[in-house]
């Protein structure tokens, strides 16, 4: 699984290998909220996230443009709420504010830097899943 910023659309799309087939693809057919995190460990020990909340739609193409060897299928996230903790001189208390659909451009530099993403659904955190 990996994300990617979609500067077109000002969303999250998310794919990965046999995701459509995946639980959390099922999850987001079903209802459309999504957390999605990013987060990293800066040395020589500043943990760092940002968390985006939000609703997900289901396209049957896309996949390919995050990486060739993936499915199709995405989903593409709208973000309506985002937390973070670690970022600059906020240190490690959580920010968390509302945030309009632009606010996904604070996921660029984190995808940028490598974080690794996680899905939570419903406010059950899953295992972390490899890019």
């Known amino acids: ?5 979609n500067p077109e659309q000002d969303a ?3 794919g990965g290998h046999d995701f ?8 987001v057919l079903r209802d459309g909220r ?14 760092r996230a940002v968390e985006v909340r939000g609703y997900a739609e289901v396209l049957d ?5 995050i990486m060739a060897e993936f499915d199709d299928p995405i989903f593409r996230i709208r973000p309506s709420h985002l937390v973070s903790w670690g970022l600059d001189d906020e240190g490690a208390a959580p920010s968390s504010r509302r945030v309009s659909p632009t606010a996904c451009k604070l996921l660029r530099a984190a995808e940028l830097s490598g974080g690794q993403p996680r899905l ?11 890019r």
Do not use: C
């Open 1 to 5: 699984m990996a994300f990617r910023y």
């Open 12 to 14: 999250i799309d998310i």
């Open 20 to 27: 459509a087939k995946r639980k959390k693809f099922r999850d």
């Open 34 to 47: 999504v957390s999605f995190v990013v987060d990293d460990v800066v040395p020589p020990w500043q943990p």
């Open 61 to 65: 193409s896309g996949g390919k443009t």
């Open 120 to 130: 939570l659904h419903r406010g059950k955190r899953e295992v972390p899943v490899n």
